[in-house]
């Protein structure tokens, strides 16, 4: 049956779509612009968006299964219930949403609160589904690399509780393998949450010393408070946004991001090798 990927060209959703295809999967990707989308061949690409109800009820025509990915916008939200509800009069009954981790604490984060809002949503319309709640991208560094190469400064306030920072290439293929499995399942399976985390649970002056051995060259932790960021942050992104990220680093720093015992254990199970380390993404990046 076929498997429909939302936000099919973001920097985790392409990911998906690739997996699936290595897989034999039948997939379907949603995108608002088909120029964009370069695919394989195989993929069926459909044309939306996630606030055009007519468009979301063709790409929902025949799915059985689908991968929910909603960026971080101002209706955020909304566009969540909408392809929720849209999914259920259509007869999806099989879901892998991409949430957060600690969605349910850090509830004053409006993206926090918009995914556990989704997430009890998910529940109460009994879908049979598998909840991704990942940590901090480490694409996310692609935001301060130019502040870390070029200014020796790692800006990103973390603290001292520490952030288990995860590979978008992992969380693509748990997200790819839970689909599989949903959709393969000769019935409903009951809803499972997953944290999606790195091996190493990094502090701020860690992650800064990681790259100073990268770079070959004193690099400093900017430290615990977030004025510094929030500034810089509004130069590209708009200022609730900047905002909003502001309020993501103060919870890291008051509570952090740790695993919970055993969730590095189970997701090296579930792909089979070693998880992607901060350490050779930095390596990555940095060349």
Do not use: C
Not at 8 to 15: E, I, L, P
């Amino acid at each position: 049956m076929t498997i429909l990927v939302t936000g099919a060209t973001g920097r985790v959703g392409r990911q998906v779509v690739d997996q699936l295809v290595k897989r034999g999967a039948d997939v379907r990707a949603l995108v608002r612009d088909p120029s964009k989308a370069n695919f394989p061949a195989s993929v069926n690409v459909a044309q939306g968006d996630m606030l055009d109800l007519d468009s979301l009820r063709r790409a929902f025509a025949g799915v059985r299964t689908l991968f929910l990915l909603n960026a971080v916008a101002g209706d955020e939200f909304t566009q969540a219930l909408i392809a929720l509800n849209v999914a259920r009069e259509s007869g999806v009954e099989r879901v892998v949403y991409l949430s957060v981790m600690h969605a349910e604490r850090f509830v004053n984060v409006p993206h926090f609160a918009v995914k556990s809002g989704a997430e009890r949503m998910i529940e109460q319309m009994r879908f049979s589904a598998t909840i991704l709640r990942p940590a901090y991208f480490m694409d996310n560094e692609h935001m301060v690399k130019d502040v870390i190469v070029n200014h020796g400064v790692y800006p990103m306030p973390i603290g001292s509780k520490g952030v288990a920072m995860v590979d978008t290439r992992d969380i693509a293929e748990v997200a790819a393998i839970e689909l599989i499995r949903r959709d393969a399942a000769p019935g409903k399976l009951p809803i499972e949450i997953l944290n999606l985390v790195g091996p190493d649970t990094l502090t701020g002056p860690e992650l800064a010393s990681i790259w100073s051995e990268t770079l070959r060259r004193p690099v400093a932790y900017g430290g615990d408070d977030p004025t510094g960021f929030e500034s810089n942050l509004t130069s590209f992104l708009p200022k609730w946004m900047a905002y909003e990220m502001r309020l993501m680093a103060e919870r890291y720093v008051s509570d952090g991001m740790v695993p919970q015992a055993g969730d590095v254990e189970r997701l090296t199970t579930l792909l089979g090798r070693p998880l992607g380390s901060y350490r050779d993404f930095a390596a990555a990046l940095a060349n």
